[in-house]
């Protein structure tokens, strides 16, 4: 079939963004235009001839607006097949005159319930229910309704009339169409999500089923490797939306790629373990922290970070919990950095960073979101889990040996713990004075990650004598905790939980080391 001449419109919106400007150049290209409550007194108040909705159905809005569209002559103008003999005779004789285009965003249901102060009642009336009806209407029907929920395409749809005698193209009615399913099925899960929490409902934990929504946000030059294509998408679920660009703006260097991004979420995630705290500072190569640290200054911080590991910064990312000052940017520009990231940049920071063109320099503008989903793919499906969010406090710590931690050794303790947790499994962490001295990843034994740990911090000359260790998980036997102290270990903190516990606190008493146990494990894989 040909492409439908739009003729009438039906415009009922809760964000106007935009509204009055795309009416009036339809007004403009001889389009009918009905609407609805506060969209046609905008309208109308902006001198659009726009009628209200009850002229085409002969009803009033009724119950506070709860009933407006939900009628034959609404659903049948914008489900009738134009094509269809027996469609057209019915539509003549009820009197329902084709609706050819609906432009409709939803009642705002996901800003409703993230108010803190939103009641239930409140909730329950901005669900939606005629919008999505109209919708979903106009999409079935994309062979002749072109249908608009995002005010970013009303500038391309007026262009494609101007350019098309009033019409649309039909890849255009299908890709709006793909929209509106993506937006009511974001938006029910929503409802669902919600409903769950509500007062009298049961936590059930992960749902049985989830929907997603991906939109691409950036392009992957390729992904881990040059072989791989890839993409950065933004995703929305029952947790909400969660894009790069509301978190982040990159403001110098090349195009993000696949293992930056990965870098980046390694990065920032860590350093948010130190919001509001003491000038910090995270260095990471290839997702695993290989230096971090505390001090009075940035600039200290990040040379104390540094000394951890003296060549795996080469390449790597840096975060830093304040705004990056000049003496600790020049201490930075010393190496090749594929990524910095800071909250701010002080004045004439950027104009000395940006002189590196393959440097990236990127502003986090808000903290990243806490709590919710995370998934991971498979071959064969799909993991869901919550995030390793949880935070063990000084005083859920629980003292196993006789000797209790010092005040020093305590802060160091709890240092190291907000770290191990972002390294991967196996993890062996050695800190001291609020720095990283020793780190040993991903090995398939805790030993030998203990061993790694300590060939580090000899390679550059760190003394762990009077260190702290943390591990990711229980120590299985008394040998991993030897080592330490034979590296020269005042104090440990694990989760605990093995069988052989009580062994592994006889060996810390036999070598005068303070333990704590966390009761809770960080495996990252």
């Known amino acids: 079939m040909s ?3 739009i003729k009438r419109a039906l415009v009922s919106v809760s964000d106007k963004t935009g509204i009055v400007d795309f009416c009036h150049e339809l007004s403009e290209l001889g389009v009918e235009i009905f609407s609805t409550g506060g969209t046609l007194k905008v309208l109308q108040d902006a001198g659009i001839a726009a009628a209200s909705i009850s002229t085409i159905t002969g009803f009033p809005e009724i119950m506070d607006g709860r009933v407006k569209t939900l ?12 094509e269809n003999a027996d469609h057209v005779k019915q539509a003549l004789e009820n009197g329902i005159g084709f609706i050819d285009m609906v432009v409709v965003n939803l009642y705002p249901f996901e800003a409703t319930v993230a108010k803190p102060e939103v009641t239930f009642e409140d909730a329950i009336e901005n669900i939606d229910i005629g919008g999505p009806s109209m919708l979903r209407s106009a999409a079935k029907n994309n062979e002749s309704v072109t249908v608009l929920t995002d005010s970013a395409d009303y500038a391309s749809v007026l262009a494609e009339m101007r350019e098309n005698g009033g019409t649309t193209k039909r890849s255009t009615r299908l890709m ?21 929490g509500a007062e009298g409902a049961e936590a059930v934990g992960a749902a049985e089923k989830m929907t997603v929504s991906l939109e691409k946000e950036l392009d992957m030059r390729y992904g881990e490797n040059p072989h791989q294509s890839a993409g950065f998408y933004k995703m929305t679920d029952s947790e909400g939306s969660r894009s790069f660009g509301a978190c982040f703006e990159k403001l110098h260097g090349k195009e993000l790629s696949y293992n930056n991004m990965l870098d980046i979420a390694a990065a920032a995630g860590l350093i948010e373990e130190f919001r509001g705290e003491d000038p910090s500072v995270v260095i990471i190569k290839h997702t695993n922290p290989c230096g971090v640290a505390q001090a009075p200054t940035l600039a200290e911080a990040y040379r104390r970070a540094f000394s951890t590991d003296t060549q795996a910064p080469f390449g790597g990312i840096i975060a830093f ?16 950095t594929e990524i910095l990231i800071a909250p701010a940049f002080e004045d004439g920071v950027l104009d000395l960073l940006m002189k590196k063109k393959d440097r990236r320099l990127v502003l986090q503008k808000q903290p990243l979101p806490k709590g919710g989903w995370e998934f991971k793919s498979t071959p064969f499906g799909m993991l869901v889990q919550e995030r390793d969010a949880r935070i063990v406090a000084v005083e859920d710590l629980k003292v196993v040996t006789k000797r209790q931690p010092t005040e020093e050794e305590l802060s160091n303790l709890m240092f190291a713990w907000k770290i191990c947790k972002h390294i991967k499994s196996n993890t062996i962490l050695y800190v001291k004075n609020r720095q990283t001295y020793g780190v040993g990843a991903g090995q398939m034994s805790r030993v030998d990650s203990s061993k790694i740990a300590r060939w580090k911090a000899s390679e550059v000359n760190l003394d762990l004598n009077g260190s702290v260790v943390a591990s990711d998980a229980f120590f299985p036997f008394a040998d991993g905790l030897l080592a330490a102290a034979e590296a020269g270990v005042s104090a440990v903190i694990q989760p605990g939980g093995s069988i052989r516990d009580n062994e592994v606190i006889e060996a810390a008493d036999a070598n005068n080391l303070a333990m704590v146990f966390t009761g809770m494990r960080h495996f990252k894989h």
């Open 3 to 5: 492409d439908p001449v």
């Open 71 to 82: 009628h034959p002559k609404i659903h049948g103008g914008l489900l009738a097949v134009r």
């Open 176 to 196: 709006l169409a793909r929209k509106v399913f993506e937006l009511t099925s974001r938006y029910d899960r929503a409802i669902a999500a919600f409903l769950v």
């Open 321 to 336: 919990n304040r705004p990056l000052d000049m003496d600790t940017a020049v201490a930075v520009n010393g190496i090749f």
